[in-house]
């Protein structure tokens, strides 16, 4: 069969590509007529295959990780779409293997997500995972999350080299007590962030905080001011300058330097490392800021209670217009009940110009119960965004948006302003 699939595969790529269709097709082709494309074309990279899951900042992870591993000179291949099923990392793989299916790269970072990483490490055993967090997320698709733990222990199981854990989680650092074959490493937070980071048992209404780990960490985040974060490795403190938004993004920053620190062990060069690491950009979606009418406009990405609260309260919501766009497709999970879990109290004082999706109404009434003015709700996202851009032309501008409703918008925005293209 092989190289034959590889022609298929790459042929089906290319058509796709010329009839604008999605990422993943050819993936999926080459997955039902050679399963074995991936494993043949993974083995052998010198430094292994690097696979990250959890519920929350994979794709952004996955971009620091992969921006820390190319500063330290290593050819790095991931699935740069944030197709983060098994179809899409063989979809990503046609477009990098030569016509006999050999890839050319020192490290694979991959961005998986739950389920299908489950699936892909039957495939492709990893020599190291990154496992971030566990938290309400598309609950109709991987039932409870103590099931979405156990998703992530087999990962860890499958781990050949070394498995990295958020020692914050106590579901993921819970992990570390199934792991037989592989070395253990942890990511973590100083205790004076702990509040600033709660997990999925501490939501609204919670009044406790869940203590500091005493786990020792590779990485630990020691402060966060403003953009600007402090991180201690090996006993020395270190302050980067981020161009990255959001709390959050900043704590997967440890999470990827961890991860890097492992891959490259003592073959590291310190200041390259953390030099590559003020570099990194937003992913699509992620604190992504494009210029719409000579005015800032921010896509915010959320996905559940968490992330949604975290989200919040690192954009800060002065000087801003905001729209909220909720979709409930199968890519952003069908039960949105989470939202009554969000505390969008900040938003009170300026309230919400637009409430969009098709889920707007839903939205539209959440924010009611929190005394949030709400001053259009349109479901349509193109003719709603149209409509937030005209009234707002003259203000910055933020979209807090779930997964399908960002793609809406990005394609949308593409049409009037200069937006990445991710392919």
């Known amino acids: 069969m092989f190289p034959f699939s590889v022609l298929v595969g790459k042929a089906v790529r290319r058509i796709s590509r010329l009839r604008g269709g999605g990422s993943a097709l050819p993936g999926l082709v080459v997955e039902k007529i050679d399963p074995g494309f991936m494993g043949r074309a993974l083995t052998g990279l010198p430094h292994g295959v690097v696979v990250i899951s959890g519920t929350n900042g994979k794709t952004t ?25 098994t179809r899409g990392v063989a979809a990503a793989l046609l477009g990098e293997v030569n016509w006999r299916g050999r890839l050319k790269a020192d490290v694979a970072v991959l961005e998986l997500d739950e389920a299908h990483a489950v699936h892909f490490v039957k495939l492709v055993p990893p020599t190291h995972c990154l496992l971030l967090n566990v938290l ?82 590779d990485v630990i985040l020691e402060h966060v001011d403003g953009n600007t974060a402090m991180f201690l490795t090996d006993g020395e403190s270190t302050s980067v300058d981020l161009r990255l938004r959001g709390v959050y993004n900043i704590f997967n920053a440890a999470a990827a330097l961890a991860t890097a620190r492992t891959v490259l062990g003592g073959a590291i060069n310190r200041a390259a490392l953390f030099a590559s690491l003020a570099t990194v950009e937003p992913a699509f979606g992620r604190g992504e800021s494009l210029v719409v009418d000579g005015k800032p406009l921010e896509l915010v990405l959320v996905k559940n209670p968490s992330g949604f609260r975290l989200g919040l309260k690192s954009f800060d919501a002065t000087g801003y217009a905001t729209m909220i766009a909720i979709n409930d497709n199968y890519a952003d999970g069908r039960d949105m009940s989470w939202l009554w879990d969000v505390d969008f109290d900040s938003l009170g004082q300026a309230g919400v110009e637009m409430v969009s999706g098709v889920r707007a109404y839903d939205m539209a009434l959440r924010l009611k119960y929190d005394d949030v003015d709400v001053r259009a709700v349109e479901p349509d996202t193109t003719a709603a965004l149209k409509a937030f851009i005209s009234a707002t032309h003259d203000q910055p501008k933020r979209i807090f948006c779930t997964y399908t409703a960002m793609l809406a918008v990005r394609r949308d925005l593409s049409k009037i302003t200069t937006v990445e293209v991710v392919s």
Do not use: C, W
């Not at 109709?140 to 781990?159: M, N, P, S, V, W």
């Not at 989680?169 to 937070?189: K, M």
């Open 61 to 85: 992870t996955t971009k620091m990780v992969v921006e820390l591993l190319q500063g330290q000179g290593l050819t790095v291949f991931t699935n740069r779409t944030g197709s983060n099923f």
């Open 136 to 217: 309400r997320d598309q609950l109709d698709r991987f039932g409870e999350i103590d099931q979405t733990t156990r998703l992530l222990e087999q990962i860890a199981a499958k781990t050949t080299g070394t498995v990295v854990l958020n020692r914050e989680d106590p579901r993921v650092a819970g992990i570390a007590s199934t792991v037989h074959d592989a070395e253990v490493t942890y990511f973590g937070l100083d205790a004076s962030l702990r509040s600033t980071f709660p997990n999925d048992d501490e939501l609204r209404g919670d009044i406790g905080v869940a203590p500091p780990s005493s786990l020792p960490a």
